[in-house]
């Protein structure tokens, strides 16, 4: 295809906003783009080579000014490229106003002498094979290298393309074309379904495979697309979300420890173990203790989902920060592993090896390397699976299995103890969607606010608790400005909820002892309490709420502390519970 005809699809493009019109174009460009469409596909996104290439273009903003410059002429100099591009805004719009080629002594570079208007002869293939090139060149001088390449290509081309190869090699093709409309043009030029192409793109990463082997091969060839190890996938994402939305909507939940570090997919042939960062980086030489870990415990071929933790010498996971400095390390990397461990955390199987037991049912078996891809298995099994591969279970993200808040809320607070980030709730039915960032994960979102509350009843617990008051009923002050009551009647106070959570042991003993002289009256196992002590409470949102006579309810409400500093008559007010409730819609 001649680079000048895709420029023309560009800008049709760039000039429809209705998103069905915008599909229909690209279909059409598809269609014409014959041999160069895997290139094309990419090309229309502002990609150059495919997310998971190893090859990268790295072309700074300077370097494309210089070549434009070059372009341009000696009256023209990288700085007025910069000064007009503060101008307009848009590198696309300077390299189009800028009077191209026609440089002298150009015929090494094809120069063809073009007026800057008009098509120019350059071809998509020769744009990809020079950036190709451009990427390639590598140490002393490459920078002088890649300037005089793109220079040789700027001097070939007319304004139009000129304003999308500028574009396009800053990665700011900017024409309103997503992944989803790749998607869907493919679909639509080659007649394909379009969870097919869907699927195919989550397995492969590359819309330019994917659109080549629709029209080839049609739906058979890219439902026969599969995972493979060595090409990293893209990373299922998660939404903040509660334990209340969690269980709502699953009734059951995988919950797991949020581990404070970066994401790591491993992938493991059997001969080389190959380590990829959330942005698909290969990071397999800054970790090599990771590598010689999965080399002598996990069973291939594996590519797996996890979280890499740098971790002090007892064990305790260190922040955020030193995890980074770690994978960002390219030299002197052994003398770096001496000072901050690195463990891995797994916490997801995409693909392993087919068990025994399964050989003969699997239609997903991948002929390559013997197995089969797990992205549309439900977590649990995929968890199951992880578990069957990595012999050292510490390695393995523990997962708890619950529809009890309290068990989550137990689970969270040991999270936390050990000094971990909070919990990751899953749905433990769901498939693995690479680079959604769906509803089937959630990040438990911390407790915004908390509330000062009135501890004005409770009951006793059971079993190993029964000595214990164990759940406290919960008051706010009914309004403003009224002070607490000496008498210790409880009208003044509305109940709101009970609290039954983060309480230790030992704080049962503590807070039973505490609350015992203000009994009032016992019914069964529940106590009348009289106001006196003041609990500080998390919890995961408000909801009007008929239980109780505040007309409010707290959902997921956890014990923070006792406010010893506060009488009832300092607790929060009824007003304060009405404004945090409204503030959350
Ligand atoms: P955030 O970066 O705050 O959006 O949180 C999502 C990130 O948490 C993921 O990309 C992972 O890097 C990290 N993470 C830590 N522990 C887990 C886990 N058990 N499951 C999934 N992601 C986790």
């Known amino acids: 295809m001649n680079f000048g005809s895709f420029a023309a699809h560009a800008a049709d493009v760039e000039a429809e906003s209705a998103d069905l019109d915008v599909v229909a174009l690209v279909t059409d460009l598809f269609l014409e783009a014959d041999d160069d469409l895997a290139v094309v596909a990419r090309f229309v996104q502002g990609r150059v080579f495919p997310a998971h290439a190893e090859t990268k273009l790295d072309i700074g ?87 005089t390449l793109l220079f ?32 869907d043009a493919i679909a639509e030029a080659f007649d394909v379904p379009v969870e097919a192409v869907e699927r195919a793109l989550q397995v492969s990463n590359d819309y330019g495979l994917v659109a080549a082997t629709a029209r080839e091969e049609g739906v058979e060839g890219i439902d026969a697309m599969h995972l493979e190890v060595g090409r990293p996938v893209q990373a299922m994402l998660a939404q903040a979300g509660t334990v209340t939305s969690a269980l709502d909507d699953w009734g059951e939940a995988a919950v797991e420890t949020k581990f404070d570090g970066a994401r790591v997919q491993v992938h493991w042939d059997g001969e080389d173990v190959a380590l990829y960062s959330r942005n698909m980086e290969d990071v397999t030489a800054a970790l090599p203790e990771l590598v010689e870990f999965v080399e002598n415990n996990v069973e291939p071929p594996v590519i797996l989902d996890g979280e890499a933790v740098a971790v002090a010498d007892d064990g305790t996971p260190l922040p955020f920060q030193e995890i980074l400095t770690r994978f960002r390390r390219k030299h002197d990397v052994e003398a770096m592993r001496e000072e901050v461990a690195v463990e891995l955390n797994a916490f997801d199987c995409l693909h392993a090896g087919v068990p025994t037991s399964h050989e003969d049912s699997s239609a997903r078996q991948t002929p390559a390397d013997g197995g089969e891809d797990l992205l549309d298995e439900p977590f649990r099994e995929r968890h199951a699976r992880l578990e069957s591969v990595v ?93 607490g009551d000496a008498s210790g009647s409880t009208e003044r106070f509305k109940t709101i909820g009970k609290v039954a959570t983060g309480i230790t042991d030992e704080e049962l003993a503590e807070l039973t002892e505490l609350l015992e002289p203000y009994v009032r009256t016992e019914d069964g196992q529940e106590v009348d309490i009289e106001p006196a002590v003041v609990f500080e409470v998390g919890y995961e949102e408000i909801q009007a709420s008929p239980t109780y006579s505040s007309g409010y309810a707290l959902r997921f409400p956890r014990f923070v502390t006792v406010r010893e500093d506060k009488e009832p008559g300092d607790a929060d007010t009824l007003n304060r519970v009405e404004r945090l409730a409204d503030s959350q819609r």
């Open 61 to 147: 903003p300077r370097l494309c000014y210089e070549a434009l410059a070059r372009a341009a002429g000696t009256n023209v100099t990288a700085d007025d490229v910069e000064g007009r591009l503060a101008e307009t805004g848009d590198v696309g719009e300077v390299a189009a106003s800028l009077d191209l080629g026609g440089q002298a002594g150009l015929a090494a570079f094809g120069n063809n002498g073009n007026d800057g208007s008009g098509a120019s002869g350059l071809s998509v293939r020769a744009v990809y094979e020079k950036l190709t090139a451009l990427a390639n060149a590598t140490g002393d001088g490459s920078q002088d290298e890649k300037v």
């Open 152 to 183: 040789g290509l700027f001097n070939q081309c007319s304004s139009e393309e000129a304003r999308y190869l500028a574009r396009l090699v800053l990665g700011e093709m900017r024409i309103g074309v997503g992944e989803g409309t790749v998607r």
């Open 391 to 483: 012999d050292d279970e510490s390695a393995v993200s523990d997962v708890l299995f619950s529809e009890d808040p309290d068990e989550i809320a137990a689970f969270d607070e040991r999270a936390l103890e050990s000094g971990h980030e909070g919990i990751m709730l899953k749905d433990p039915d769901a498939a693995y969607t690479p680079g959604n960032r769906g509803k089937n994960w959630l990040k438990r979102k911390p407790d915004v606010e908390t509330l000062d509350l009135v501890v004005t009843g409770a009951e006793w617990g059971e079993g190993r608790r029964a000595s214990f008051l164990g759940t406290f009923l919960l008051s706010a002050r009914a309004a403003d400005g009224e002070t």
